[in-house]
T-cell receptor
Framework: TQLLKQSPQFLSIQEGENLTVYCNSS?????LQWYRQEPGEGPVLLVT?????EVKKLKRLTFQFGDARKDSSLHITAAQPGDTGLYLC?????????FGPGTSLSVIP | GAVVSQHPSWVICKSGTSVKIECRSL??????MFWYRQFPKQSLMLMAT?????????EQGVEKDKFLINHASLTLSTLTVTSAHPEDSSFYIC???????????FGSGTRLTVV
């Protein structure tokens, strides 16, 4: 099993600020997904990255997959209170989704 | 889009009783479903993979006799927490993979409280 790390674990920022969340492993991923989970709800898929070096944008969110496919980042521009939630990276492993420890983001109005 | 319905959304039970949680794929067939458990302020931990028509595959450290999984049809998987104890109190979430897609669809979760 791979050791999956996410940083930071917790993040509290003011509305309008930018932030970056990181996901790292010692293993190579065939693909990786980012999810956001709000309290009391199941996680919702944000994006899937497959190719090393790939960059995907979803409105104010920019996702990047590392060239070696061992790491990924999520950058949020001009954060909004609606971005508050738990951000989880999840590489595919043997057709299962194994979640990282998550980054809990709180955006203060 | 693909929807996974989970029921109940919350349940309170007495210690020693059993609780069944249902996970249904509403508009697609799911040969494989997954069950996760999430404690407060923690990430989701995969408990088991539920396979239609066959035995579930449990992750290391998960008691298969305590967490009974049945996947009798292509649209329904159930998780039964047997002889529940307060330490089983948690948020249980199911998911299913939609054929032809990379992503997995998740249910809205079940909050189990054992008193």
């Amino acid at each position: 099993t791979q050791l999956l790390k996410q940083s930071p674990q917790f993040l509290s920022i003011q509305e309008g600020e930018n932030l970056t969340v990181y996901c790292n492993s010692s293993s190579v991923f065939s693909s990786l997904q980012w999810y956001r989970q709000e309290p009391g709800e199941g996680p919702v898929l944000l994006v899937t990255v497959v190719t090393g070096g790939e960059v995907k944008k979803l409105k104010r969110l920019t996702f990047q997959f590392g060239d070696a496919r061992k790491d990924s980042s999520l950058h949020i521009t001009a954060a909004q209170p609606g971005d508050t939630g738990l951000y989880l990276c999840a590489p595919r492993q043997d057709d299962k989704v194994i979640f990282g420890p998550g980054t809990s983001l709180s955006v203060i109005p | 889009g693909a929807v996974v319905s989970q029921h109940p959304s919350w349940v309170i039970c007495k210690s020693g009783t059993s609780v069944k949680i249902e996970c249904r794929s509403l508009d697609f067939q799911a040969t494989t479903m997954f069950w996760y458990r999430q404690f407060p302020k923690q990430s989701l931990m995969l408990m088991a993979t539920s396979n239609e028509g066959s035995k579930a595959t449990y992750e290391q450290g998960v008691e298969k006799d305590k967490f009974l999984i049945n996947h009798a049809s292509l649209t329904l998987s159930t998780l039964t927490v047997t002889s529940a104890h307060p330490e089983d109190s948690s948020f249980y979430i199911c998911s299913a993979r939609v054929q032809g897609h990379y992503g997995y669809t998740f249910g809205s979760g079940t909050r189990l409280t054992v008193v």
